[in-house]
């Protein structure tokens, strides 16, 4: 398995390589036309030639700046962030969550103060409860 390994390498970087001249836009790309790169990359793969020079000289490497991609769409639709405690949507969410949570302790607490009701009521009137329904222990 391991002899196998600098072809697989080799093939990788290949396919890197013509990937990437593929993708890159024709403003990108130094020295030659893009046909040309893509054609030397293929005829020069096996050798590490090809997709070296291509990885080296072949194109501009730069870092983002103003958020550019590489696809063209991604280029003209820059998302702009707001933060949570600015955005007029989430605030909103937050306020219906807070009605419904608040609906829902209101239930709650007239269910609890119901059952304390007729606990009392028991109590007070001696009505019978689940522990005075088991017989007496003899």
């Given at each position: 398995m391991l002899r196998y390994l600098p072809f697989l390498l080799v093939l990788a970087l290949w396919i890197y390589a013509f990937i990437d001249c593929l993708n890159?836009?024709?403003?990108?790309?130094?020295?030659?036309?893009?046909?040309?790169w893509v054609i030397i990359?293929?005829?020069?793969?096996?050798?590490?030639?090809?997709?070296?020079?291509?990885?080296?000289?072949?194109?501009?490497?730069?870092g983002p700046v103003g958020?550019?991609?590489?696809?063209?769409?991604?280029?003209?639709?820059r998302g702009k962030?707001?933060?949570?405690d600015d955005n007029p949507a989430?605030?909103?969410s937050l306020k219906e969550e807070n009605t419904k949570d608040e609906?829902?302790?209101k239930d709650w607490e007239a269910d609890l103060r119901r059952r304390e009701e007729e606990?009392?009521?028991?109590?007070?009137?001696?009505?019978?409860s689940a522990s005075?329904?088991?017989?007496p222990k003899a």
């Open positions: 890159t836009p024709e403003e990108e790309i130094k020295g030659l036309p893009k046909v040309v990359i293929l005829l020069f793969g096996e050798v590490l030639v090809g997709p070296i020079a291509w990885l080296v000289v072949g194109k501009v490497r730069r958020g550019s991609t590489p696809a063209e769409w991604h280029r003209g639709h962030w707001t933060a949570p989430f605030l909103a609906a829902l302790l606990i009392k009521r028991r109590e007070q009137g001696g009505g019978t005075d329904d088991t017989p």
